[in-house]
């Protein structure tokens, strides 16, 4: 007995010894591969241009026939830039009650007037976090020696949230135009006079037809290997191809993919993946099938100063796929009512308001909806949307009413499910979970229900997934586990009992 | 039978109080401005008065053109009452307001105007010189502003007044955009504008602005020199004649004319200068050989002149070489000059060492006291034959078969 301890004993100082090694030599060799990175000599003269994109609102010039000097497109641009730039500050400044960067945007005694009013803010409590979506300048008048410039900047569109000891008051929405005088100070151009002309309370009110979606019969796609994750180095021409025509061959007309916002490159979209997209709905119109496109992906800052960048993202990827012939419909944002209590309901829904209007005087001719995870949560906005969208993963037993219910709600709308679904996963983590012939089971049975209801649906989704970020649905591997098997097709590319009934 | 009655009251009382609470809840949301003043001058106080049933739990928001405040109301005699603060209502334009309650929206604006009274007129001139001859103008801007730095109404007279020489021009502009503007153009004469402007009673102070001279005409040339011998010693100046534009105002000073010579054999020198009171003048060296400069002067891109020739005699008309026993050290001169003296120190001699015919090494020194001496080291030149060709003031003397031991 004493001979096996000896031997535990020795072979554990060994090890013991080997990992101290290790360690001494990892430490070494951490230190020495330290000391060797230095500044990088490209760098050293700081001649990179670092320039982010903080605020975009809509920027629209007259055309120009103002008095005194004609006037180039370069200093027009600039003018136009730090006009921007102006608005920019002075809503940092009444966001956070304090003077940053006025200074540099409004002439000494312009800036006096935003002083005073900070301080009565500051004194009161109030924070006002406003954002401008639209200007329409003309230029009235440039002086000879360039120094000076007169504008009237028509029908701003202002969004303002006003909290009074952090609690929100009220939301305006407002309609303005303003007379502005610029001066040329420092390189800047800055306000010198600011007088309000007009304002309005502003709701936009959209008189146009509707626009009907029928007889959507599809699925949610992401390719099997790399699910919420199909454009940039891994997009794959083939196996897209592939895969639609799976879809195509089981007699469905729709797909429905999705656009994240980070990595699309939020407010200067990525070329390369916009060509991408692109290309999926050629390979979608080439097989017949129309795409619902969902922006916004795995947005969730909501931010009233953020909104101007997520509208210019959302007006490059819109102007580049609305002549389309594939696409069929614009879903805002895949389940933004799970931000409701992370961002404040009230500020989710006042961005997707604004979105929608923005989507729809972009792309007038399709349809628009937002993809709520849940019926109850379908009402809201519902009079702005064309069509009236949900995700259903509840008891299908309750499916038919709660249809039934929305529809006396919502009397002119098409209502759409675009997710449902039930996951094969039973295993360690979940050991009473649904088989593959439970899953079969629901397929067809829902179906049968959307067949009696002539109900709109979106299942999700073709394929058993290997990978899920950790975004989607969190490392727990319970949850991760079932994320993976809710596919027609299983990872094998073998079609599972459930594929019988993807359509009806 | 006394209970029927009893809970017929009961009865009575909780539909009665039940009415009441439907009531009152229906009053309690109703608000309606009583103050109607909706034009005001900046800086007046102002109160926003809503009579009221219910709840008084509203604020005021309220913006102008600057940025925007919340408002907490006095109550009194069922009446709310908002006193807009100084910040905002001192500042012209639009004053939009609205009523946050939890009813029904209550919106409405002020129209805030600027003063009457002018406070001071802010004045942007520019370019600050400009170019005579009546197609060149400057621009001044004005905009009349009241004490609290409100832009005055539009069609504010503002009268712009400017002295020229012996004119004195007022001229009428009315703003519009807040602003007014006049261009106040140059004339044929080179000089300044005096520019100041007037509105309501108030005056500005003085603003000048330089009438510069248009771009040069043509010119002459003249050259001076103490003698005409090529003694690569005395300088020539050239001078130009009053440099004038096309209405007769002489260039601003500093107009820089450039001289061209070329020798006669081609070759191009050139010297500058400046102009003062319209005149450049610029200086060379002269040659040290006969030689004939052909001289032209130009303003680039704008004037130029006429084309002067002049002539340099030849100054040394020969000199002596003499060897030393070795015939290393070789002295040239004395170098004479056209009245026999010697040559002022510095004149250029020049030395090429052949050595079958292959040129070995060129040196040059320059004369001191009219002599010039070299010196061929044993080290660099050894033993042989050399050809030696010795030039000064361009007369070249050859010796061939000059023998080194």
């Given at each position: 007995?004493?001979?096996?301890?000896?031997?535990?004993l020795?072979?554990?100082?060994?090890?013991?010894?080997?990992?101290?090694?290790?360690?001494?030599?990892?430490?070494?060799?951490?230190?020495?591969?330290?000391?060797?990175?230095?500044?990088?000599?490209?760098?050293?003269?700081h001649?990179?241009?670092?320039?982010?994109?903080?605020?975009?609102?809509?920027?629209?010039?007259?055309?120009?026939?103002?008095?005194?000097?004609?006037?180039?497109?370069?200093?027009?641009?600039?003018?136009?830039?730090?006009?921007?730039?102006?608005?920019?500050?002075?809503?940092?400044?009444?966001?956070?009650?304090?003077?940053?960067?006025?200074?540099?945007?409004?002439?000494?005694?312009?800036?006096?007037?935003?002083?005073?009013?900070?301080?009565?803010?500051?004194?009161?409590?109030?924070?006002?976090?406003?954002?401008?979506?639209?200007?329409?300048?003309?230029?009235?008048?440039?002086?000879?020696?360039?120094?000076?410039?007169?504008?009237?900047?028509?029908?701003?569109?202002?969004?303002?949230?006003?909290?009074?000891?952090?609690?929100?008051?009220?939301?305006?929405?407002?309609?303005?135009?303003?007379?502005?005088?610029?001066?040329?100070?420092?390189?800047?151009?800055?306000?010198?006079h600011?007088?309000?002309?007009?304002?309005?309370?502003?709701?936009?009110?959209t008189?146009?037809?509707?626009?009907k979606?029928?007889?959507?019969?599809?699925?949610?796609?992401?390719?099997q290997?790399?699910?919420?994750?199909?454009?940039?180095d891994?997009?794959?021409?083939?196996?897209?191809?592939?895969?639609?025509?799976?879809?195509?061959?089981?007699g469905?007309?729709?797909i429905?993919?999705?656009?994240?916002?980070?990595?699309?490159?939020?407010?200067?979209?990525?070329?390369?993946?916009?060509?991408?997209?692109?290309?999926?709905?050629?390979?979608?119109?080439?097989?017949n099938?129309?795409?619902?496109?969902?922006?916004?992906?795995?947005?969730?800052?909501?931010?009233?100063?953020?909104?101007?960048?997520?509208?210019?993202?959302?007006?490059?990827?819109?102007?580049?796929?609305?002549?389309?012939?594939?696409?069929?419909?614009?879903?805002?944002?895949?389940?933004?009512?799970?931000?409701?209590?992370?961002?404040?309901?009230?500020?989710?829904?006042?961005?997707?308001?604004?979105?929608?209007?923005?989507?729809?005087?972009?792309?007038?001719?399709?349809?628009?909806?937002?993809?709520?995870?849940?019926?109850?949560?379908?009402?809201?906005?519902?009079?702005?949307?064309?069509?009236?969208?949900?995700?259903?993963?509840?008891?299908?037993?309750?499916?038919?009413?709660?249809?039934?219910?929305?529809?006396?709600?919502?009397?002119?709308?098409?209502?759409?499910?675009?997710e449902?679904?039930?996951?094969?996963?039973?295993g360690?983590?979940?050991p009473?979970?649904?088989?593959?012939?439970?899953?079969?089971?629901?397929?067809?049975?829902?179906?049968?229900?959307?067949?009696?209801?002539?109900?709109?649906?979106?299942?999700?989704?073709?394929?058993?997934?290997?990978?899920?970020?950790?975004?989607?649905?969190?490392?727990?591997?319970?949850?991760?586990?079932?994320?993976?098997?809710?596919?027609?097709?299983?990872?094998?590319?073998?079609?599972?009992?459930?594929?019988?009934?993807?359509?009806? | 039978?006394?209970?029927?009655?009893?809970?017929?009251?009961?009865?009575?009382?909780?539909?009665?109080?039940?009415?009441?609470?439907?009531?009152?809840?229906?009053?309690?949301?109703?608000?309606?401005?009583?103050?109607k003043?909706?034009?005001?001058?900046?800086?007046?106080?102002i109160?926003?008065?809503?009579?009221?049933?219910?709840?008084?739990?509203?604020?005021?928001?309220?913006?102008?053109?600057?940025?925007?405040?919340?408002?907490?109301?006095?109550?009194?005699?069922?009446?709310?009452?908002?006193?807009?603060?100084?910040?905002?209502?001192?500042?012209?334009g639009?004053?939009?307001?609205?009523?946050?309650?939890?009813?029904?929206?209550?919106?409405?604006?002020?129209?805030?105007?600027?003063?009457?009274?002018i406070?001071?007129?802010?004045?942007?001139?520019?370019?600050?010189?400009?170019?005579?001859?009546?197609?060149?103008?400057?621009?001044?801007?004005?905009?009349?502003?009241?004490?609290?730095?409100?832009?005055?109404?539009?069609?504010?007279?503002?009268?712009?007044?400017?002295q020229?020489?012996?004119?004195?021009?007022?001229?009428?502009?009315?703003?519009?955009?807040?602003?007014?503007?006049h261009?106040?153009?140059?004339?044929?004469?080179?000089?300044?504008?005096?520019?100041?402007?007037?509105?309501?009673?108030?005056?500005?102070?003085?603003?000048?602005?330089?009438?510069?001279?248009?771009?040069?005409?043509?010119?002459?040339?003249?050259?001076?020199?103490?003698?005409?011998?090529?003694d690569?010693?005395?300088?020539?100046?050239?001078?130009?004649?009053?440099?004038?534009?096309?209405?007769?105002?002489?260039?601003?000073?500093?107009?820089?004319?450039?001289?061209?010579?070329t020798?006669?054999?081609?070759?191009?020198?050139k010297?500058?200068?400046?102009?003062?009171?319209?005149?450049?003048?610029?200086?060379?060296?002269?040659?040290?050989?006969?030689?004939?400069?052909?001289?032209?002067?130009?303003?680039?891109?704008?004037?130029n002149?006429?084309?002067?020739?002049?002539?340099?005699?030849q100054?040394?008309?020969?000199?002596?070489?003499?060897?030393?026993?070795?015939?290393?050290?070789i002295?040239?001169?004395?170098?004479k000059?056209?009245?026999?003296?010697?040559?002022?120190?510095?004149?250029?001699?020049?030395?090429?060492?052949?050595?079958?015919?292959?040129?070995?090494?060129?040196?040059?020194?320059?004369?001191?006291?009219?002599?010039?001496?070299?010196?061929?080291?044993?080290?660099?030149?050894?033993?042989?034959?050399?050809?030696?060709?010795?030039?000064?003031?361009g007369?070249?003397k050859?010796?061939?078969?000059?023998?080194?031991?």
């Amino acid at each position: 007995m004493s001979k096996v301890n000896k031997t535990i004993l020795r072979s554990l100082l060994l090890l013991s010894y080997v990992v101290i090694i290790a360690l001494v030599i990892y430490g070494f060799g951490a230190l020495y591969s330290y000391l060797n990175t230095g500044a990088d000599r490209s760098k050293m003269l700081h001649t990179e241009v670092k320039q982010v994109d903080q605020y975009l609102p809509e920027l629209e010039w007259a055309p120009l026939a103002n008095e005194g000097r004609p006037m180039d497109q370069q200093t027009l641009t600039a003018i136009g830039n730090d006009y921007l730039d102006a608005w920019y500050v002075k809503h940092v400044a009444y966001k956070t009650n304090t003077q940053k960067g006025l200074d540099d945007y409004y002439t000494k005694s312009a800036r006096q007037n935003i002083f005073n009013i900070i301080a009565f803010n500051t004194e009161n409590k109030t924070t006002i976090d406003a954002t401008t979506l639209e200007h329409h300048p003309t230029l009235e008048f440039f002086s000879e020696d360039g120094q000076l410039a007169v504008l009237t900047d028509h029908n701003v569109i202002e969004y303002k949230r006003i909290s009074k000891d952090e609690k929100l008051v009220s939301e305006i929405n407002e309609k303005v135009s303003y007379k502005v005088t610029l001066l040329l100070e420092d390189g800047f151009w800055r306000i010198r006079h600011l007088v309000k002309l007009t304002s309005e309370p502003y709701l936009k009110v959209t008189n146009k037809k509707r626009l009907k979606v029928t007889d959507i019969k599809g699925i949610n796609y992401y390719p099997q290997a790399n699910p919420w994750d199909m454009f940039g180095d891994h997009f794959d021409t083939d196996i897209i191809t592939e895969d639609l025509d799976i879809i195509k061959n089981s007699g469905l007309n729709s797909i429905r993919i999705f656009v994240p916002y980070e990595s699309f490159g939020k407010s200067s979209v990525d070329k390369i993946r916009l060509k991408q997209l692109i290309k999926v709905l050629d390979l979608a119109d080439a097989k017949n099938l129309k795409v619902m496109v969902t922006l916004f992906d795995f947005y969730g800052d909501y931010s009233v100063l953020d909104w101007t960048l997520t509208q210019r993202h959302a007006k490059i990827i819109i102007n580049a796929l609305k002549d389309h012939n594939a696409l069929s419909s614009w879903d805002i944002k895949n389940e933004p009512n799970l931000d409701f209590e992370s961002r404040g309901e009230q500020l989710v829904t006042a961005w997707l308001d604004k979105m929608v209007d923005f989507v729809q005087s972009q792309d007038p001719n399709h349809a628009v909806t937002i993809g709520w995870s849940n019926a109850k949560s379908a009402s809201i906005l519902k009079d702005k949307l064309d069509v009236v969208s949900f995700h259903y993963y509840e008891d299908l037993d309750q499916l038919e009413t709660t249809y039934k219910t929305l529809k006396t709600n919502i009397k002119d709308r098409p209502i759409v499910i675009t997710e449902f679904g039930v996951s094969s996963y039973s295993g360690l983590w979940n050991p009473f979970g649904d088989s593959e012939d439970d899953q079969a089971d629901y397929h067809k049975t829902i179906q049968s229900i959307f067949s009696e209801n002539d109900i709109q649906f979106m299942s999700w989704t073709l394929y058993d997934f290997d990978n899920i970020p950790k975004e989607v649905v969190g490392r727990l591997p319970w949850r991760q586990n079932a994320q993976k098997h809710f596919g027609f097709i299983d990872k094998n590319g073998a079609k599972k009992g459930a594929f019988e009934f993807i359509s009806n | 039978m006394k209970l029927k009655y009893l809970y017929i009251v009961i009865f009575s009382v909780l539909l009665f109080s039940t009415t009441i609470v439907l009531q009152t809840n229906e009053v309690a949301s109703s608000y309606n401005l009583v103050s109607k003043q909706s034009l005001y001058t900046a800086g007046d106080p102002i109160e926003l008065q809503f009579s009221f049933t219910g709840n008084s739990e509203v604020y005021l928001y309220c913006s102008n053109s600057y940025g925007s405040v919340i408002l907490n109301p006095i109550v009194k005699n069922f009446q709310l009452s908002f006193s807009i603060p100084q910040s905002i209502s001192k500042k012209s334009g639009v004053l939009n307001w609205q009523l946050v309650s939890d009813k029904k929206e209550l919106s409405g604006q002020i129209k805030m105007q600027p003063k009457a009274k002018i406070n001071s007129i802010e004045s942007y001139l520019g370019p600050p010189s400009i170019e005579a001859g009546g197609t060149d103008f400057t621009m001044l801007v004005v905009i009349p502003t009241d004490d609290l730095d409100n832009p005055l109404m539009d069609s504010t007279k503002v009268a712009i007044k400017h002295q020229y020489l012996t004119n004195q021009t007022t001229s009428d502009v009315f703003t519009e955009h807040g602003f007014g503007y006049h261009n106040i153009y140059s004339e044929t004469e080179s000089g300044r504008i005096l520019i100041s402007s007037e509105s309501l009673d108030l005056n500005s102070k003085e603003y000048d602005v330089n009438v510069v001279p248009a771009i040069p005409t043509n010119f002459v040339i003249t050259s001076e020199r103490i003698h005409n011998y090529a003694d690569g010693n005395q300088i020539t100046t050239f001078r130009t004649s009053v440099l004038r534009d096309r209405f007769d105002n002489i260039v601003s000073d500093g107009t820089f004319v450039t001289f061209f010579i070329t020798n006669k054999d081609g070759y191009k020198s050139k010297t500058s200068g400046a102009t003062i009171n319209g005149i450049a003048t610029a200086k060379l060296l002269q040659p040290d050989r006969e030689d004939q400069w052909t001289i032209k002067a130009y303003v680039e891109g704008m004037a130029n002149s006429n084309t002067i020739v002049l002539n340099y005699k030849q100054a040394v008309e020969d000199f002596d070489v003499t060897f030393s026993e070795d015939k290393r050290s070789i002295t040239i001169g004395p170098l004479k000059s056209f009245m026999n003296q010697h040559v002022p120190d510095g004149m250029r001699v020049h030395l090429s060492v052949y050595k079958n015919n292959v040129l070995e090494s060129e040196t040059i020194e320059h004369s001191l006291n009219g002599i010039a001496t070299f010196y061929l080291n044993p080290d660099r030149f050894p033993k042989g034959i050399y050809e030696l060709a010795l030039s000064a003031a361009g007369i070249t003397k050859k010796f061939t078969e000059v023998r080194y031991e």
